[in-house]
């Protein structure tokens, strides 16, 4: 027998899925590794795509 | 009902607790580093660089398509790395990434290695990384390592084939040089490996894998390690013989190279199980050294030629 009543019981079905404070932090780091591998990728593909360009842009006179 | 918890156990979704670390961990960092000096190797084989951004771009691409192999490999072999003591706390084992997030992990990785090498670099290197990393993990993880003491034999040729994803990366093109190096790498990856194997007799017998020594016996484990070393002698002083190093490379090959027959001989005449045990360990040791050196040797060869110092 569960010892919450109805109205803490409909508050948690409402909550969905609660995280753990263990799980909350994986999520979080896991998050700021995603972003910053992302925003890595894509300077390095913009670099890249510059250098491959060849003497037209990477080596243009300024 | 527990307070603690609102959900049933067993109904309750497993959500992940990995760090980003425990990703990292299974991209087998100390494998995906010998990866990037051995491509490193070949790709300075090639007569005339890309740009030093294509380079690194290729060398990142390749390591990525080696961890994405190492991630799919513990993904497979979740089973039997929990039953080892060696390999028990690997992120699977332990609990702290799923099988499903590490087969994503591994596969989403692998394609993005593939396209990004053959954008930074051409299709060939593209497609011979695809192919190593579909070595790697379907030819020798799921299909040899299980089946046959032959799995470290055959699928040495995926750790042996970054010199080639290296020097195609540079040039587009395939050479007797990066096969050279594909053919040391692949005549050393046996007896390094069975001489771990010999150390870890007991825990490849605990999970049912046929390595050698477990398959053969320790006498023919340590002749075969024997007859590869005979092999290996004189194939690691090939680059010198086939004129893409110097004669310093040549002496330190000859030298490594009676070194580690001296070691292989040693462990094939130990008689008790102590110094066969002390022999297997300072060939484990030394045949890592000898790969090491000889390939830091014809790195610091190259680099040293392209600035026009050697």
Same mark, same amino acid.
Not at chain 1, 4 to 15: L, R, W
Not at chain 1, 37 to 62: D, E, H, K, P
Not at chain 2, 83 to 107: C, E, H, K, Y
Not at chain 2, 126 to 145: D, G, N, Q, S
């Given at each position: 027998m569960s010892d919450k009543g109805p109205k803490d019981e409909a508050q948690s079905s409402q909550q969905g899925i609660v995280l753990t404070p263990e799980q909350m932090r994986g999520r979080r780091a896991r998050n700021i590794a995603i972003g910053l591998g992302v925003?890595?990728?894509?300077?390095?593909?913009?670099?890249?795509?510059?250098?491959?360009?060849?003497?037209?842009?990477?080596?243009?006179?300024? | 009902m527990s307070d603690a918890s609102y959900f049933d156990e067993s109904t309750t979704p497993k959500l992940p607790v990995a760090a980003p670390l425990d990703f990292?961990a299974l991209?087998?960092?100390?494998?995906?580093?010998?990866?990037?000096?051995?491509?490193?190797?070949? =790709?300075?084989?090639?007569?005339?660089?890309?740009?030093? @951004?294509?380079?690194?771009?290729?060398?990142?691409?390749?390591?990525?398509?080696?961890?994405?192999?190492?991630?799919?490999?513990?993904w497979?072999?979740a089973?039997?790395?929990a039953?080892?003591?060696?390999?028990?706390l690997r992120p699977i084992p332990a609990g702290r990434i799923d099988t499903d997030a590490a087969l994503a992990f591994?596969?989403i990785?692998?394609?993005?290695?593939?396209?990004?090498?053959? =954008?930074?670099?051409?299709?060939?290197?593209?497609?011979?990384?695809?192919?190593?990393? =579909?070595?790697?993990?379907?030819?020798?993880?799921?299909? @040899?390592?299980? $089946?046959?003491?032959?799995?470290?034999?055959?699928?040495?040729?995926?750790? +042996?084939?970054?010199?080639?994803?290296?020097?195609?990366?540079?040039?587009?093109?395939?050479?007797?040089?990066?096969?050279?190096?594909?053919?040391?790498?692949?005549?050393?990856?046996?007896?390094?490996?069975?001489?771990? +194997?010999?150390?870890?007799?007991?825990?490849?017998?605990?999970?049912?894998?046929?390595?050698?020594?477990?398959?053969?016996?320790?006498?023919?484990?340590?002749?075969?390690? $024997?007859?590869?070393?005979?092999?290996?002698?004189?194939?690691?002083?090939?680059?010198?013989?086939?004129?893409?190093?110097?004669?310093?490379?040549?002496?330190? +090959?000859?030298?490594?190279?009676?070194?580690?027959?001296?070691?292989?001989?040693?462990?094939?005449?130990?008689?008790?199980?102590?110094?066969?045990?002390?022999?297997?360990?300072?060939?484990?040791?030394?045949?890592?050294?000898?790969?090491?050196?000889?390939? @830091?040797? $014809?790195?610091?060869?190259?680099? $040293?030629? @392209?600035?026009?110092?050697?």
């Amino acid at each position: 027998m569960s010892d919450k009543g109805p109205k803490d019981e409909a508050q948690s079905s409402q909550q969905g899925i609660v995280l753990t404070p263990e799980q909350m932090r994986g999520r979080r780091a896991r998050n700021i590794a995603i972003g910053l591998g992302v925003t890595f990728l894509a300077v390095l593909f913009y670099a890249v795509t510059i250098v491959r360009l060849g003497g037209a842009v990477a080596n243009r006179s300024i | 009902m527990s307070d603690a918890s609102y959900f049933d156990e067993s109904t309750t979704p497993k959500l992940p607790v990995a760090a980003p670390l425990d990703f990292i961990a299974l991209l087998k960092p100390r494998v995906m580093s010998l990866v990037v000096f051995t491509a490193l190797a070949g =790709f300075l084989l090639a007569p005339t660089l890309p740009h030093p @951004l294509l380079v690194f771009a290729a060398l990142l691409a390749i390591a990525v398509g080696a961890g994405a192999s190492g991630a799919l490999n513990m993904w497979y072999d979740a089973d039997i790395d929990a039953v080892m003591r060696r390999t028990r706390l690997r992120p699977i084992p332990a609990g702290r990434i799923d099988t499903d997030a590490a087969l994503a992990f591994g596969v989403i990785l692998s394609v993005l290695s593939v396209f990004t090498l053959g =954008f930074v670099s051409n299709w060939l290197a593209a497609a011979l990384l695809a192919f190593t990393i =579909f070595f790697y993990v379907v030819i020798y993880t799921m299909w @040899l390592k299980r $089946l046959t003491p032959l799995n470290i034999v055959i699928g040495g040729a995926a750790g +042996a084939l970054p010199p080639i994803v290296g020097y195609a990366a540079a040039t587009g093109d395939v050479s007797i040089a990066s096969l050279m190096l594909f053919t040391i790498i692949f005549i050393w990856t046996p007896p390094h490996f069975w001489s771990l +194997a010999i150390l870890k007799l007991d825990e490849y017998g605990s999970v049912g894998l046929p390595m050698l020594p477990n398959v053969s016996g320790l006498r023919r484990t340590r002749l075969e390690i $024997l007859i590869y070393c005979v092999v290996l002698a004189p194939t690691g002083v090939g680059p010198w013989l086939l004129g893409f190093a110097s004669w310093l490379y040549g002496v330190a +090959a000859i030298g490594l190279g009676l070194g580690l027959l001296y070691l292989a001989a040693q462990l094939f005449f130990a008689q008790e199980d102590a110094a066969i045990q002390k022999a297997a360990r300072q060939m484990f040791a030394f045949s890592i050294f000898y790969l090491f050196t000889l390939f @830091l040797m $014809l790195t610091i060869e190259r680099v $040293l030629s @392209l600035m026009g110092l050697f």
